[in-house]
């Protein structure tokens, strides 16, 4: 008899088709035709209502992904308003037992049916109900299995080199399995361009910023699931990042580099692919595989870089330079805590930088460690380098001459690879509307938009190249007799002010490994041990400067200062400027209004007369508030020229001229100062009276 009844009928059949991979939904067509074809069996049974949940092509049943059509199944039949669940097996409703028998149990309380080409299955009865748990179980059990002797079988090959994944572009396929360097010299001189250039640039975003500048173009792998074909497009950070860090390059054949990780939410389990592993657990790895476009050891050095240049990342290694005035970025090791130092630099650009241990800051409370001024330091391990590297000054300077002279090769030859390839296109859009029939012009028309872009692409890099050519005939030639007498004097050339601080940092982290940094307290000396790359160990003393100490050159008389400062100030601020000075009475007492007024009227000084002045002038202080900015901005509008002062002497108080802050420059330089100022910098400024309640 049949086990659909009339209560089964007069609610909806579903059917659910899914296929796990989207190999399977583009190549096994004829399952998904099976199981399209049960919609009909399911009208033939007597359902007049018959949905198709299809949401699930291409997703895994294994309870690793996201199901949206059988998380569909599952409200529809806890509805009630399913009678029977349509299925060409139980594999393609679940592969996990948690989702199989969640399912059997809501068709159970919800009275649906099961069916499949093999029966009509109801969960409400102990027979069926054992047979659908057996089902369940050899499909999850088939599944493991399955996957178990696919991959060991795809391990076991690629241990021996003879599994065939898609390649990196810059190499192909031979028809023996054997991986070649790609014949395309397009293909292949781009790749060599991007090692080429990050060798002369040590960092990937430079290597990506120059290509993007330079207008070259890259090769990019697009795939489907049977085919893949190479693009050009423009240079994409990601694109330089796969290029170096793929070990194909380096002539090793590398296989599963990337992992997936398994993860609970919301009490799922779920997979996520991508993930790097250690070189260690890489599923395979043939080095001298077949050739490549850099060595092994070229590779591992490309590597090292790569982590240097990971300042983000908490590691206690030294990282890469990154353009800033200091010498040792990077490099500075704390002789105390053993913690990498860091770098802190001036708010103008032409204060001094700070190497500074923060040591355990993690901890509130810890403090620091220790810290010095950059400026000495980086002036002591300049003269140590140039000691160092002086005998072989005159090579270097041949070398750089010699890299001067092809500095544009590199773009001029994948320019002229892509004019090659757009003048190919351009005659291949030719032959192409050529050999069309003029009479279907829908045709013609396309063919001849085509062909009037292919040679547009080879117009823009002809004018592209040409551009290149008279730039590098109107740059001035190498004179390789000035820079063998540059070489001779090393000092000069790295301090010239048109020195490059990267090409600096560069130099210092190509001879220097490390530099460890403790503090000589009772000497008042820092200690640097510098290793250097090649295994020697040297140790730099330099000396401290004390706070608080004013300078030598500027130490004034005490009545030397009252005699120039007491005619253009009143006593109050001469008191304050010898005070700054740090010029001391006899007794070695500081300076106040009174004492002044005894030395002037012992040494016969006339007072300060206000208005005696020729020209009407302001204090600092009092132009600050008329301005409306701080006193600080007004010196550094003074140190700037803009604001035209005057003092008598060195930290004597400025004079300025009350006509100079109506010019049209102290306004330009005001407003640009409170531009600077924060969007609410107005809100934190208010000065109102806070009304009280019944006030």
């Not at 990077?330 to 040591?359: E, I, W």
């Not at 820092?526 to 160990?537: E, K, N, P, S, T």
């Amino acid at each position: 008899m049949s086990r659909i009844t009339a209560d089964h009928l007069v609610r909806s059949a579903v059917v659910y088709v899914r296929q796990s991979t989207m190999a399977q939904v583009l190549g096994n067509t004829e399952s998904q035709r099976r199981q399209y074809a049960l919609a009909d069996a399911a009208r033939a049974a007597g359902f007049a209502t018959v949905a198709v949940i299809d949401d699930d092509l291409g997703r895994s049943g294994s309870g690793l992904a996201e199901r949206p059509g059988f998380q569909r199944l599952v409200t529809a039949v806890c509805t009630g308003s399913v009678g029977a669940v349509y299925c060409i097996e139980a594999s393609r409703l679940a592969r996990n037992g948690r989702d199989w028998h969640h399912l059997v149990d809501l068709c159970a309380l919800a009275g649906a049916l099961v069916i499949d080409p093999d029966g009509t299955y109801d969960p409400r009865l102990v027979n069926d109900r054992l047979l659908l748990g057996l089902k369940g179980t050899m499909s999850e059990y088939e599944l493991s299995l399955l996957r178990q002797r696919g991959l060991e079988a795809r391990d076991g090959k690629a241990r021996r080199g003879a599994l065939r994944f898609t390649l990196p572009p810059g190499y192909v396929w031979s028809e023996d399995g054997r991986i070649e360097i790609d014949p395309d010299e397009r293909v292949s001189g781009a790749i060599r361009m991007v090692f080429a250039k990050y060798r002369e640039l040590g960092s990937a975003r430079q290597l990506f910023l120059w290509a993007r500048g330079a207008g070259v173009t890259l090769p990019v792998v697009r795939r489907n699931v049977a085919a893949y074909r190479i693009t050009w497009r423009a240079p994409a950070y990601h694109t330089v990042v796969q290029v170096l860090h793929n070990p194909i390059y380096a002539g090793a054949y590398a296989f599963a580099r990337r992992g997936s990780r398994v993860r609970v939410e919301g009490g799922r389990a779920r997979k996520t692919s991508g993930h790097d592993r250690p070189m260690a657990e890489w599923g395979a790895l043939i080095r001298d595989n077949h050739e490549g476009y850099i060595t092994w050891t070229e590779f591992e050095e490309n590597q090292r870089t790569f982590l240097e240049n990971a300042h983000m990342q908490r590691r206690a290694s030294r990282k890469a330079a990154r353009g800033g005035r200091a010498l040792l970025t990077g490099l500075v090791r704390c002789g105390r805590c053993g913690r990498m130092m860091r770098v802190f630099y001036g708010m103008a650009s032409g204060h001094a930088h700070r190497y500074q241990c923060r040591g355990d800051d993690a901890h509130v409370g810890a403090g620091l460690c220790i810290g010095i001024g950059g400026v000495r330091v980086d002036r002591a391990i300049a003269d140590a380098l140039i000691e160092a590297v002086s005998g072989h000054a005159v090579e270097a300077a041949m070398l750089a001459a010699d890299r001067a002279m092809e500095a544009d090769t590199a773009v001029r030859e994948a320019l002229g690879r892509d004019l090659e390839a757009a003048r190919y296109d351009a005659s291949l859009a030719a032959r192409r509307h050529d050999l069309v029939d003029p009479a279907k012009r829908h045709v013609a028309r396309e063919l001849e938009t085509r062909w009037n872009a292919a040679l547009e692409r080879v117009a823009a890099l002809e004018r592209r190249i040409a551009e290149l050519r008279a730039e590098a005939s109107a740059r001035p030639r190498v004179d390789r007799e000035a820079l063998l007498r540059l070489a001779h004097d090393l000092p000069a050339a790295w301090n010239a002010p048109t020195a490059d601080a990267r090409t600096r940092q560069r130099l210092v982290h190509s001879v220097v490994q490390e530099a460890v940094i403790d503090l000589d307290d009772a000497a008042n000396e820092a200690v640097l041990i510098v290793h250097w790359a090649g295994g020697r160990h040297s140790e730099i003393r330099v000396a401290r400067v004390r706070t608080g100490r004013y300078p030598v050159d500027r130490t004034r008389c005490p009545v030397e200062a009252l005699r120039r400062l007491a005619p253009e100030w009143p006593d109050r601020e001469v008191a304050v400027a010898l005070n700054r000075m740090h010029c001391r009475t006899a007794d070695g007492e500081t300076w106040t209004a009174v004492r002044v007024r005894e030395l002037r009227l012992r040494l016969g000084i006339p007072e300060h007369a206000p208005g005696s002045d020729v020209e009407p002038t302001i204090s600092v202080q009092k132009a600050a508030h008329r301005l409306g900015i701080c006193v600080g901005s007004v010196h550094r509008l003074i140190r700037e020229g803009t604001l035209p002062a005057s003092q008598v002497m060195h930290s004597a108080p400025w004079k300025v001229p009350l006509a100079a802050l109506d010019t049209e420059a102290v306004r330009a330089g005001v407003q640009a100062v409170k531009n600077r100022r924060p969007t609410n910098c107005q809100h934190w400024q208010r000065d109102e009276a806070m009304r009280l309640p019944g006030l």
